[in-house]
């Protein structure tokens, strides 16, 4: 079975770092792209960026360039969104997802991380 | 970017009946749609690609259509599962965009 398994929830301070991960299962995780999907409280779906694990591309959203990190690690089946500095407004819940179809970068989602909600508060 | 419009935004029916939510794109893009239904607290659930495939798993009662930049889910006869919040997504070019959502309630 094809699976993305989040991290759990994390409740952070303004200007506090965090690394959330995403382990994937039941599929070659060098050969798929995988995305990250923010989703703040009570709003919709917003594509942030995705990663080929298989050689390292990355590539992010024009909204979060520069305001989060995606990686992979090969070894352990697992993507990563980081942030060096949070703000209130990064709290919301982030999903990975594995694009399908399409040109392989750009598809549809399928399947799905459970989701990590990230809450910052002073 | 291709931008996405869903409508309504909201929507209240009842189990039984036939709803339709319809997705507007700024932009033709063939076939290339996907819907999704999102419960509370739940990752969003693949329910149909290419605009009309029904996803395994999905009951026959959603069902998809349209091409270029209008398109339509349908859910016939509502079962209380269904009620959700729905969203669809091109993937017809980089980079892929979601619709705002139309929530599905209870009449």
């Known amino acids: 079975e094809v699976q993305l398994v989040q991290s759990g929830a994390e409740v952070k301070k303004p200007g506090e770092s965090l690394k959330i991960s995403c382990k994937a299962s039941g599929y070659s995780f060098t050969s798929y792209w995988i995305a990250w999907v923010r989703q703040m409280p009570g709003k919709g779906l917003e594509w942030m960026g995705l990663?080929?694990?298989?050689?390292?591309?990355?590539r992010y959203s024009p909204s979060f360039q520069g305001q989060v990190t995606i990686s992979a690690d090969k070894s352990t089946s697992t993507a990563y969104l980081q942030w060096s500095s949070l703000k209130a407004s990064d709290s919301a819940t982030y999903f990975c997802?594995?694009?399908?179809?399409?040109?392989?970068?750009?598809?549809?989602?399928?399947?799905w991380g459970q989701g990590t909600l990230v809450t910052v508060s002073s | 970017a291709i931008r996405m419009t869903q409508s309504p935004s909201s929507l209240s029916a009842s189990t039984g009946d036939i709803v339709t939510i319809t997705c507007r794109a700024s932009q033709g893009i063939s076939s290339y749609l996907a819907w999704y239904q999102q419960k509370p607290g739940k990752a969003p659930k693949l329910l149909i690609f290419l605009a009309s495939t029904l996803q395994s798993g999905v009951p026959s009662r959603f069902s998809g259509s349209g091409s270029g930049t209008d398109f339509t889910l349908t859910i016939s006869w509502l079962q209380s599962e269904d009620f959700a919040t729905y969203y669809c997504?091109?993937?017809?070019?980089?980079?892929?965009?979601f619709g705002q959502g139309t929530k599905l309630e209870i009449k």
């Open positions: 997504q091109q993937y017809y070019t980089y980079p892929p965009t």
């Open positions: 990663i080929y694990p298989g050689d390292s591309d990355t």
């Open positions: 997802a594995r694009p399908q179809g399409g040109s392989g970068m750009v598809g549809w989602f399928d399947p």
